[in-house]
């Protein structure tokens, strides 16, 4: 598989990306490039509001491919921000990420995209995933993204 090709293409796609976390709590995330840097959306049961995050490491691991964005510096969004991400979310997305039920309203709106073998994970569970994963094939994804 062309692993760039796939992140190019959820990039270029527009939508938003549901990740089932189990315990029945769901992820949404929007996948960015800002000026060769790969930033993820993200809405989610457990935070607060809208975060925005950089994207620190992408693992492929068998037919996965699992981005890793560092959480204690993710970024909660503000409703005032929206000039600052105008280029990266449509302002009836920024509206429905504010609204309070933000996965179900873009489900609804159809916004959401099913993506098989795509997660979005914090940083902090890299650790189970380090000793299986195809490490020529992440570097050369580090590598075209400038991660």
């Avoid at 760039?4 to 992820?27: H, R, S, T, V, Y």
């Avoid at 920024?94 to 609804?108: Q, R, T, Y």
């Amino acid at each position: 598989m062309e692993w760039n090709q796939k992140i190019e293409d959820i990039i270029n796609n527009k939508k938003w990306i549901a990740n089932d976390n189990g315990l029945w709590k769901i992820q949404c995330c929007k996948l960015v490039n800002d000026e060769d840097e790969l930033m993820v959306f993200i809405v989610a049961d457990e935070l607060e509001g809208p975060a925005c995050a950089r994207v620190e490491k992408v693992i492929v691991t068998g037919s996965e491919l699992v981005l890793f964005y560092d959480s204690q510096y993710d970024y909660v969004l503000e409703e005032s921000e929206y000039d600052n991400y105008s280029k990266f979310i449509t302002s009836e997305e920024w509206k429905i990420l504010f609204k309070g039920n933000a996965i179900g309203d873009l489900k609804e709106m159809n916004m959401i995209s099913e993506e098989e073998g795509f997660y979005v994970e914090p940083h902090e569970g890299i650790e189970r995933y380090m000793s299986n994963y195809d490490k020529r094939v992440s570097e050369e994804i580090a590598e075209h993204f400038n991660l």
